[in-house]
Structures are given as C-alpha cells and as structure tokens.
C-alpha cells in the first residue's frame, strides 16, 4: 500500500534546529495534504503544521514564526525546519499524509514517529 519513513528527530539544545523529513512511497497516485503532528504523554496529538498540494500552510501558534514546513510532490516528501527550539517542542513527532492510490482510494496515513528532545 503506503508507507511514510520519518528522519531527522534527535537531541538540540534549546535555541538550536533540526529538520524533519518524511517519504511516501507504494502505490500513490496523489499526495494531497501533507502535515506533521506531536504528542507527549499523557497529552493528545496535536497538529504542528500543514501544507496542500498547492503549498497553502497552516501552523499551531506555538510554531508560527520558528517552524517551517515544505514539500516536494515529485519526490512525495514533506519536511519541517524547525528553528529556535524551546524544550517544550519535545515530543514524539508524526508525519501525515492524505493519499490517493493508484487504485483512487483516499487513504490518511501515518508515520511511526521519530522524537525530538530539546534540552533546556
């Protein structure tokens, strides 16, 4: 079907950058909105950025102005700079992406995660 793989989480300092990457690869017709999530425990997930096919962005508050979030739909990937890190941004971070198959099915996947730690 179709699959995400994340990289790029790991341990900053806080006021240092990391970049998230995510690939979608199978049997993908379409990558329509693509976005990044994160949850801490005991906390619900809760969406960082967004991007749509036409590049059209939305961040939590949280981010705005130290997040950014971009996309290359020829290689069906998505990342997330994220620069002036606090340690509050740790968390186990998720790529989503809205799929359509090559069979036209609208599929909404996930990612396995990959945790960024910000030490204060």
């Known amino acids: 079907q179709v699959q995400l793989a994340e990289s790029g989480g790991g341990l900053v300092q806080a006021g240092g950058s990391l970049r998230l990457s995510c690939a979608a690869s199978g049997s993908i017709f379409s990558t329509n909105v693509m976005g990044w999530y994160r949850q801490v425990p005991g906390k619900q997930r809760e969406l960082v950025a967004d991007i749509t096919s036409g590049r059209r962005t939305t961040y939590a508050d949280s981010v705005k102005g130290r997040f950014t979030i971009s996309r290359d739909n020829v290689k069906n990937m998505v990342y997330l700079q994220m620069d002036s890190l606090k340690s509050e941004d740790t968390a186990l971070y998720y790529c989503?992406?809205?799929?359509?198959?090559?069979?036209?099915?609208?599929?909404?996947?996930w990612g396995q995660g990959t945790l960024v730690t910000v030490s204060s």
């Open positions: 989503n992406v809205d799929v359509t198959t090559l069979s036209f099915r609208n599929l909404k996947v």
